[in-house]
């Protein structure tokens, strides 16, 4: 199975928790299949991402990184590489990437769909549609901030950043159930 078929298998096994997380579902479902391309970066109309909601091992916790290019505290996640196997390997590697954690357990299962637009690496605007999903780390998680953040912190579930926005927060509260 390629990425861009993991990517269809996921979105359309997965069942939505409400009409608009179902909405994005069938749009980015429908790109997908429109376009051969749609999980490479260089797909300039827009491009499937992974990310995750990195909890500790209690779940009480996320792990949040200091966006560099937006100056936000987000999830961790980015872009699909030629490597990845299928879509959860990307969000696993992303996790991992971006938070020096060693033996993160990643849940196969979708957990939010998000769409938003970014000027990324392609230096022109773009949307990002991107797939999220949750993992735990164990109890001995050790982190590092990698060169794609300023900085990374762990945060109460129930007590986000005050500018967290409302993808953020649905994906953080679903991570959590």
Excluded: K, Y
Excluded at 64 to 90: F, M, Y
Excluded at 96 to 116: D, M, Q
Excluded at 127 to 144: M, T, Y
Aim: charged letters at 20%; a negative charge; glycine letters at 6%.
């Amino acid at each position: 199975m390629s990425l861009r078929d993991s990517v269809i298998a996921a979105l359309t096994d997965w069942a939505a928790p409400d009409p608009e997380q179902d909405a994005l579902r069938h749009a980015v479902l429908s790109f997908v299949l429109a376009r051969e391309d749609a999980c490479e970066r260089a797909c300039v109309p827009g491009h499937i991402t992974a990310s995750v909601a990195v909890l500790d091992h209690t779940g009480s916790q996320v792990l949040l990184t200091l966006h560099p290019r937006i100056g936000r505290w987000v999830q961790l996640g980015g872009h699909c590489e030629p490597e990845d196997t299928d879509i959860v390997a990307a969000a696993l590697r992303e996790g991992a990437e971006e938070s020096g954690i060693a033996g993160l357990r990643i849940a196969p299962n979708l957990v939010a769909v998000h769409v938003h637009p970014v000027t990324c690496s392609l230096g022109v605007p773009t949307r990002h549609l991107d797939l999220q999903f949750v993992a735990h780390a164990p109890a001995d998680a050790e982190i590092a901030v990698s060169d794609e953040s300023l900085d990374l912190r762990w945060w109460p579930v129930t007590a986000l950043p005050p500018d967290t926005d409302h993808a953020l927060a649905h994906l953080v509260s679903r991570a959590a159930r």
